[in-house]
T-cell receptor
Framework: EDQVTQSPEALRLQEGESSSLNCSYT??????LFWYRQDPGKGPEFLFT???AGEEKEKERLKATLTKKESFLHITAPKPEDSATYLC??????????FGQGTRLTINP | EPEVTQTPSHQVTQMGQEVILRCVPI?????FYWYRQILGQKVEFLVS????????KSEIFDDQFSVERPDGSNFTLKIRSTKLEDSAMYFC?????????????FGPGTRLLVL
């Protein structure tokens, strides 16, 4: 059974305080690892797709990296509007995505 | 920018009633999905659909659930006889070709409350 574990469950930072969110996975034959942002009561909003170990992608203050066992979402100098739940999901041999529990990020001004 | 839309945004129903949740996937996408998220829990896969057929379904997707593409734009999820435990956010998603590892784009969700 695919397992996706995210840590920490919740993270509170001051504006400008950089940090990283972790997503560890146990999947054989990873086809893709996805990061989504979810605001309260909304649908997951696509951020990044990573396909192979060593791959990195960046968008504004966010950078996602991938190893053979985990992915990190680095957030640099965050702003209050970056507050959201960040979801990690993996795709194995099937089309379905398997999601982690998410990390609830709060950025205080 | 193209997006997935869902209606209604909220639905309240009585236990045992039938509900239909509607989705309009991104227009050139061929693969469609339903997921659900019970309050405070993970997003869970329900079903994937391609070429008017279910291509994969989870254990959650039992006989009380069905999906349909009634026309060229809509994709629906029907719950025949709702239970209290069906209360959740239901998300529709679509992808262009359904290739393994392809990005799925999600709609805003329908919040279903079963009383």
């Amino acid at each position: 059974e695919d397992q996706v574990t995210q840590s920490p469950e919740a993270l509170r930072l001051q504006e400008g305080e950089s940090s990283s969110l972790n997503c560890s996975y146990t999947v054989s034959g990873l086809r893709g690892l996805f990061w989504y942002r979810q605001d309260p009561g909304k649908g997951p909003e696509f951020l990044f797709t990573l396909y192979s170990a060593g791959e990195e992608k960046e968008k504004e203050r966010l950078k996602a990296t991938l190893t053979k066992k985990e992915s990190f979402l680095h957030i640099t100098a965050p702003k209050p509007e970056d507050s959201a739940t960040y979801l990690c999901a993996v795709s194995q041999g099937a089309q379905k995505l398997v999601f982690g529990q998410g990390t609830r990020l709060t950025i205080n001004p | 920018e193209p997006e997935v839309t869902q209606t209604p945004s909220h639905q309240v129903t009585q236990m045992g009633q039938e509900v239909i949740l509607r989705c309009v996937p991104i227009s050139n996408h061929l693969y469609f999905y339903w997921y659900r998220q019970i309050l405070g829990q993970k997003v869970e896969f329900l079903v994937s659909f391609y070429n008017n057929e279910i291509s994969e379904k989870s254990e959650i997707f039992d006989d009380q659930f069905s999906v349909e593409r009634p026309d060229g734009s809509n994709f629906t999820l029907k719950i025949r006889s709702t239970k209290l435990e069906d209360s959740a956010m239901y998300f529709c998603a679509s992808s262009s070709q359904g290739a393994r590892g392809e990005t799925q784009y999600f709609g805003p969700g329908t919040r279903l409350l079963v009383l």
